[in-house]
């Protein structure tokens, strides 16, 4: 007998009612020839579901390095991941979705925290006399410690260079690095104070600028005994001091 063609098949709208077929008679969709007449047309492929729009992680990077810090300020070198991740209220696994180990959560926290600290300490290394810069360098030590206390404690993580062993990439040049501008400011201190950057006069300057205040605020930090206020005198009069042997016989003296 003669051959019936089929309507091209309709979909149901929801509602009862037939929707126009797909793909749209008469006009074939691009890059494909029209059905041949008689030929039922197959229906479009559906589109791919790749599940709901990702949604803004809920904790930033910052916000981590945060919780971390406070978590430091309580447990030192032994808080870990999960520590702060109860600190956050959260699965370790939003921790470890912007940091990939304790090495790289934690040292982050000492690399933020140490750039902070050197904000003003190369501001106080940049007076024009070499004196005051030394000075105000070293009482930018315990300043800082007493009102950035979490930062200062973050500080005392990792020494520099083997927190370059335990990192990798870009944190890791970062680690590497951080304290450049610092070393190229103290060399220029000693040659204005000294007239020479040689190694006794970068010692002194960092003796009298650094060493000698960090040891004097590290006993404060990780108890609750408040940094004396007379501190910031204490280190201005032993920076006086140290640089001072640079300038006669005795170490660090030239000639």
Request: glycine content about 10%; aromatic content about 6%; overall charge positive.
């Amino acid at each position: 007998g003669a051959s019936v063609s089929r309507p091209a098949p309709r979909f149901q709208d929801g509602r009862g009612g037939a929707q126009s077929p797909l793909p749209c008679e008469g006009r074939a969709p691009s890059g494909r020839r029209p059905p041949s007449p008689g030929r039922v047309p197959a229906p479009a492929e559906p589109a791919r579901d790749d599940g709901p729009m990702a949604r803004p992680a809920r904790f930033t990077a910052d916000g981590i390095l945060d919780a971390a810090a406070v978590v430091a300020a309580q447990r030192w070198r032994e808080a870990t991941v999960a520590d702060v991740a109860a600190r956050l209220g959260a699965p370790p696994g939003s921790v470890y979705y912007r940091f990939a180990n304790k090495d790289a959560l934690f040292g982050a926290l000492w690399l933020r925290a140490v750039r902070r600290f050197h904000v003003g300490l190369l501001a106080a290394l940049a007076l024009p006399d070499p004196g005051a810069a030394a000075c105000e360098a070293a009482a930018h030590v315990p300043r800082f410690c007493r009102d950035n206390r979490l930062d200062a404690i973050a500080m005392t993580l990792y020494r520099q260079q083997d927190l370059v062993a335990r990192v990798n990439g870009g944190l890791r040049r970062d680690v590497e690095h951080v304290n450049d501008a610092v070393r190229e400011a103290t060399t220029a201190l000693a040659r204005a104070r000294f007239g020479r950057a040689d190694a006794d006069a970068l010692a002194l300057v960092a003796v009298a600028c650094q060493e000698g205040p960090y040891g004097l605020v590290r006993r404060y930090l990780r108890t609750d005994v408040d940094m004396p206020v007379w501190l910031e005198d204490a280190v201005r009069a032993s920076c006086r001091a140290v640089l001072a042997l640079g300038d006669g016989p005795g170490p660090g003296a030239r000639g």
